[in-house]
């Protein structure tokens, strides 16, 4: 069994409430590297394997949609626009992320934004018993099955990436 985190996130909270099985894992950012990449590295598990999640705003105000993609992946916008029926999707801009998901750059997870976006996760992850997507912090990853992810966020899988 692991020992608590460092720190407790509404991620790890929501996941222990619903009683889903999930793994943790802390690592250092103190050198600023916060992608998905170093993440991957970091935790020792395959790049394939660790997910990040982006958010969008759709060709409609206000409209915004989450999409999840392997660290190895380049979040294809046309795909992605497909998937959420829109004509066009574009990356929320950086400073709009914290207020809109409650979760900083680095730390934005599928899992417990401020509202409940339309997801899609790329249909790469259903090759994996398990994999990683952010725990809600930076540092912090939760590891658990792309099912249990896909039913707990009411999401989709999708062919996402370029």
């Known amino acids: 069994m692991q020992d608590a985190p460092t720190i407790k996130t509404n991620?790890?909270?929501?996941?222990?409430?619903?009683?889903?099985?999930?793994?943790?894992?802390?690592?250092?950012?103190?050198?600023g590297k916060l992608?998905?990449?170093?993440c991957a590295e970091r935790i020792g598990v395959a790049p394939e394997q660790v997910f990040k999640?982006?958010?969008t705003t759709g060709a409609v105000a206000r409209t915004y949609f989450v999409f999840v993609i392997p660290a190895t992946g380049e979040l294809d916008l046309k795909k992605a626009a497909?998937?959420?029926?829109?004509?066009?999707?574009?990356?929320?801009?950086?400073?709009?992320?914290?207020?809109?998901?409650?979760?900083?750059?680095?730390g934005c997870s599928p899992i417990g934004q401020k509202k409940l976006f339309p997801t899609y996760i790329d249909e790469t992850a259903q090759l994996f018993d398990t994999i990683c997507v952010s725990g809600g912090h930076t540092g912090l990853n939760v590891e658990l099955a792309p099912?249990?992810?896909?039913?707990?966020?009411?999401?989709?899988y999708f062919d996402l990436v370029k």
């Open 11 to 31: 991620v790890l909270r929501l996941l222990e409430g619903a009683k889903i099985p999930f793994q943790w894992h802390e690592f250092d950012v103190s050198d």
């Open 35 to 38: 992608d998905a990449m170093t």
């Open 53 to 55: 999640t982006l958010v």
């Open 82 to 106: 497909k998937a959420c029926g829109q004509k066009s999707v574009e990356m929320l801009p950086q400073k709009e992320l914290l207020p809109l998901t409650g979760y900083i750059h680095g």
């Open 147 to 156: 099912d249990t992810l896909l039913d707990f966020v009411h999401a989709q």
